[in-house]
């Protein structure tokens, strides 16, 4: 089960990084860019999977 908890931790982190780099018009060519919405969605997403893959490294 802690493995789970490290991928699920990963991809989450790395979603929340696309997602604020998208959100903050770093990142172009989605619908996403430019949104500011996704520059808030995307840190706290990235939070919750940091503490995810801390908590499934722990274990």
């Not at 990963?10 to 959100?23: H, N």
Request: hydrophobic letters at 65%.
């Amino acid at each position: 089960m802690r493995w789970v908890f490290v991928i699920v931790g990963v991809l989450l982190v790395l979603a929340g990084v696309v997602w604020t780099l998208q959100g903050l018009n770093v990142l172009g060519g989605s619908a996403m860019s430019g949104a500011t919405v996704w520059a808030i969605v995307g840190p706290i997403v990235a939070i919750v999977g940091l503490f995810l893959l801390v908590r499934g490294a722990r274990r």
